[in-house]
């Protein structure tokens, strides 16, 4: 089972640059997020999608973009990435909202 | 005030003791509440989940849920070295139902 997967691993950017970061998850679950890990900073929710056809803000939504693209896959977008957005980015699936999420195994994004 | 709060650590036990983690969150009406652990460069991983006050066992690993005081916490018993890494609380909110974490505590486990 390949459960939560996130493409791409690694990815370096340069202040300005964009990119799409994807995530799609097999277990047919309702809900997905996005989060970002920074040192200290624990999980900080970036968007979520409680079901296919919606997405919310979470903690720290700005400098991003999501899309839901069907009930598989959810896409997080930087449009003009910055230095601050150097983190590692976490997708996640869960069945419906308020219950046990799964995640991916992450991307680590560093902005130069 | 954080909506969940850990206490980051690291929290050092001796091999065979029990471990306790604790957290506390502020939204009273908080329905759901998770334990992942999240060893060191990898992905974070559930532990536990617990939605009624009381204590939830699995092996090793006891869940406590108080809704009253609004904290719940994580005993690991007979801790092992294996169990080194970052604990990590859950949330899920009541009203938005998006799940919020804690910044996490760190296990050393001492041979």
């Known amino acids: 089972n390949a459960g939560v997967t996130q493409t791409p691993k690694f990815q370096v950017l340069k202040t300005g640059q964009s990119m799409t970061l994807q995530c799609a998850q097999d277990m047919n679950h309702n809900s997905m997020y996005w989060y970002r890990q920074d040192p200290g900073m624990g999980l900080r929710l970036i968007y979520y999608?409680?079901?296919?056809?919606?997405?919310d803000k979470g903690e720290v939504p700005n400098g991003y973009n999501v899309s839901r693209l069907n009930k598989r896959e959810f896409s997080l977008r930087l449009e003009s990435a910055a230095p601050s957005q150097t983190s590692v980015y976490f997708c996640?699936?869960?069945?419906?909202?308020?219950?046990?999420?799964?995640f991916g195994q992450g991307t680590r994004l560093t902005v130069v | 005030q954080k909506e969940v709060e850990q206490n980051s650590g690291p929290l050092s036990v001796p091999e065979g003791a029990i471990a306790s983690l604790n957290c506390t969150y502020s939204?009273?009406?908080?329905?759901?509440f998770f334990w992942y652990r999240q060893y060191s460069g990898k992905s974070p991983e559930l532990i536990m989940f617990?939605?009624?006050?009381g204590d939830k066992e699995d092996g090793r690993f006891t869940a406590q849920l108080n809704k009253a005081s609004q904290y719940v916490s994580l005993l690991i018993r007979d801790s092992q070295p294996s169990d080194s890494a970052t604990y990590l609380c859950a949330i899920g909110s009541s009203n938005t139902g998006k799940l919020i974490f804690g910044q996490g505590t760190t296990l050393q486990v001492k041979p």
């Open positions: 939204d009273r009406g908080s329905q759901s």
């Open positions: 617990i939605y009624s006050n």
């Open positions: 999608s409680a079901s296919e056809g919606t997405t």
């Open positions: 996640a699936s869960s069945e419906s909202l308020n219950t046990e999420a799964f």
